[in-house]
């Protein structure tokens, strides 16, 4: 059975950078895209970004000029990063498994809240 | 860039049909997938490939897709089934969601 498990700091402060980590267990991340999506307290999914493997990358454009995804196979690991945060990035951060068009596998979530 | 409308709330009868919509410019040319998220949970694919069923979803769960519209439609629908439904797609290699439909059971 696929299992995704987010980890990272539940509290960031604005204007410093927001960092999570993904760890994959029961299917290889080789395999697959991996992608990352959040939700703010009371809203809507949305779309961060996605990653494969071998390195090739798409984020929200909307996102694209703060965010960064990377992975460690060695791990089983991908990570999200997003720079200069706001109180508007407070919000539930999920990951998944992009398998075709559709995200199959989710973590729990984490929520990360921005505030000094 | 690509937007999905779905309506932000449904209200259905226990054992009555729900049908969510989900629109989108020439939506029906693209895969669609659709999600339930209770609360305090992680989004569930209840529907991709516009019709398919992962396995343990309930066969009350369907999906169609043509023209500019996306539809899951529950059949019998359960007290269960309470829960905000997201429809998704592709538009070129970006990941697009709906806005979310909270269908009520009452």
């Known amino acids: 059975q696929v299992q995704l498990q987010e980890s990272g700091p539940g509290l960031v402060k604005p204007s410093e950078t927001l960092s999570l980590t993904c760890t994959v267990s029961g299917d290889s991340i080789r395999s697959y895209y991996w992608s990352w999506i959040r939700q703010p307290p009371g809203k809507g999914l949305e779309w961060i970004g996605y990653m494969y493997f071998r390195g090739s990358t798409n984020y929200s454009p909307s996102l694209k000029s703060r965010v960064t995804i990377s992975i460690d196979t060695s791990k089983s690991q991908f990570s999200l990063t997003l720079s200069s945060v706001t109180a508007a990035d407070t919000a539930v951060y999920y990951c998944?498994?992009?398998?075709?068009?559709?995200?199959?596998?989710w973590g729990q979530g984490t929520l990360v809240t921005v505030s000094s | 860039s690509y937007e999905l409308t779905q309506p932000p709330s449904l209200s259905v009868s226990p054992g009555q049909a729900a049908t969510i919509t989900c629109s989108g410019d020439k939506l029906g040319d693209k895969y669609a997938s659709w999600y339930q998220q209770k609360p305090g949970q992680s989004p569930v694919l209840v529907i991709y490939q516009n019709n398919k069923r992962p396995s343990g979803i309930p066969e009350r769960f369907s999906g169609s897709n043509s023209g500019n519209t996306a539809t899951l439609t529950i059949s019998g629908t359960q007290a269960m089934d309470e829960a905000d439904y997201y429809c998704q797609a592709w538009d070129t290699t970006t990941v697009v969601f709906g806005g979310g439909t909270k269908l009520t059971v009452l």
């Open positions: 998944a498994r992009v398998n075709g068009y559709n995200l199959d596998y």
